[in-house]
């Protein structure tokens, strides 16, 4: 891919770490994680604002349409504000501004709407794709949705009932005046497959795999091989049991999602086909 003036940024943004999953996957607590490698700085949060602050990169710049970000959205002048933003907000593990040497580890769900577009922007950049089984990952869609915390369109044009929350998908108006667990099953399934199509374009080497259920139960190895293939250092030892993420709404739980089971076994022919592929992209990019 040959890089356009104002593309291929230097220092921290030279070869970034975008983490891609679909929401309420475990992304941030893989973030928080990360962002502890010595060779690492991000901003400290997700960045909706950085992206959506550029009008052009805003759902309403096309019609409310998604949170879809293509090659053709790369403009150099577009790629150069973007890059600016993010080189102005970039910390190391510490908090002090970063230095040219680390590396931006970036994680904002709606990104996984954005792969062709962050590969444009950012041609040195690594994909690590986090898979999280479908059951819990859809009943904490549906709790996310019911608490209220992650409206990210709250007056979208054309949708009533609960307001939308988490990322803005492709074909979102079909879903209106449908039932909870259909509209999370539809934003889920949607978004892990448009995912693993655009990962499946990359370049094997820019692209890994990390399974969420072997993070939690061996998270200390599991760092070791991923900041090895990413060529990030590790100096850290972490104990078996994680820090909770700060985006968790309830107690975390491995049995906790089955308070919704009946309801997501109702719509599991909506997501049985992208569960698979996702599986199956895990098992053939996995860390080693």
């Known amino acids: 891919m040959t890089s356009a003036p104002g593309r ?5 943004l030279q070869r970034p770490v975008f983490l891609m999953s679909t929401p309420r996957s475990g992304s941030t607590l893989l973030f928080q994680t990360l962002i502890l490698s010595p060779d690492a700085c991000s901003i400290g949060n997700e960045s909706h604002a950085l992206f959506e602050g550029i009008r052009a990169l805003h759902p309403a710049a096309k019609g409310c349409t998604s949170n879809r970000l293509d090659v053709g959205d790369a403009t150099p002048p577009i790629v150069a504000e973007l890059s600016r933003r993010f080189d102005a907000a970039l910390i190391d593990r510490k908090g002090a501004p970063a ?15 954005r792969v062709p577009f962050l590969a444009a922007a ?7 794709f986090l898979r999280r089984a479908a059951r819990p990952t859809l009943s904490s869609m549906m709790e996310a949705w019911q608490s209220g915390r992650f409206r990210t369109y709250p007056h979208l044009p054309g949708w009533s009932g609960l307001p939308w929350s988490l990322l803005l998908v492709p074909g979102w108006r079909d879903l209106a005046g449908k039932p909870l667990e259909e509209i999370v099953a539809g934003q889920w399934a949607t978004t892990t497959q448009c995912l693993i199509d ?42 078996a049991m994680l820090p909770v993420s700060r985006t968790t709404v309830s107690a975390p739980g491995s049995e906790k999602w089955r308070r919704h089971e009946a309801t997501i076994e109702t719509v599991w022919p909506l997501v049985e086909e992208a569960d698979a592929r996702a599986a199956a992209f895990l098992g053939d990019n996995s860390v080693s």
């Open 8 to 12: 291929g940024a230097s220092g921290p």
């Open 99 to 113: 230095t040219a040497c680390q590396r931006m580890i970036e994680k904002t769900p709606k990104n996984a709407l």
């Open 122 to 128: 950012f041609p040195g950049a690594s994909f690590v």
């Open 198 to 239: 655009d990962l499946a374009r990359l370049p094997s080497e820019c692209v890994c795999a990390i399974s969420y259920e072997e993070f939690v139960a061996s998270p200390q190895a599991l760092m070791e091989r991923l900041c090895a293939r990413l060529g990030l250092g590790w100096d850290r030892t972490l104990s």
